[in-house]
């Protein structure tokens, strides 16, 4: 079995800074993409930054230049670095894991994670 699990959600007031992490754990091949969602309420789900096994990133326009995700392979996690924070930045915040269990190492499959809460106070 994998779990994805998320910490270090939490409320902060605006201009101010969280990290986010993400482990992935279990019976796990390979991992190739890590990435971040969120979704703010009655919004659909976004895309916030993924990152490769190689940590090339990629992130929304919304928050480049703020956030910065980052990996340990040796841990199976992915950090995201929120600073500059913004109301708008308020919303859930799913981490997913692009990866191949050890019982099917040629197949790829993403697990998500149960989501942070992230509130930016105005």
């Known amino acids: 079995q994998v779990q994805v699990v998320e910490s270090g959600g939490g409320l902060v007031q605006a201009g101010g800074s969280l990290r986010l992490s993400c482990a992935a754990s279990?019976?796990?091949?390979?991992?190739?993409?890590m990435g971040w969602y969120r979704q703010a309420p009655g919004k659909q789900r976004e895309l916030v930054a993924t990152i490769t096994s190689d940590s090339t990133t990629n992130y929304a326009d919304s928050v480049k230049g703020r956030f910065t995700a980052s990996r340990d392979n040796a841990k199976n996690t992915v950090y995201l670095q929120m600073n500059s924070l913004k109301p708008e930045d308020t919303a859930v915040y799913y981490c997913?894991?692009?990866?191949?269990?050890?019982?099917?190492?040629?197949?790829?499959?993403?697990?998500w994670g149960q989501g942070t809460q992230v509130t930016v106070s105005s």
């Open positions: 997913h894991a692009d990866l191949s269990p050890t019982n099917r190492k040629t197949h790829s499959f993403r697990y």
């Open positions: 279990g019976d796990i091949f390979s991992i190739n993409v």
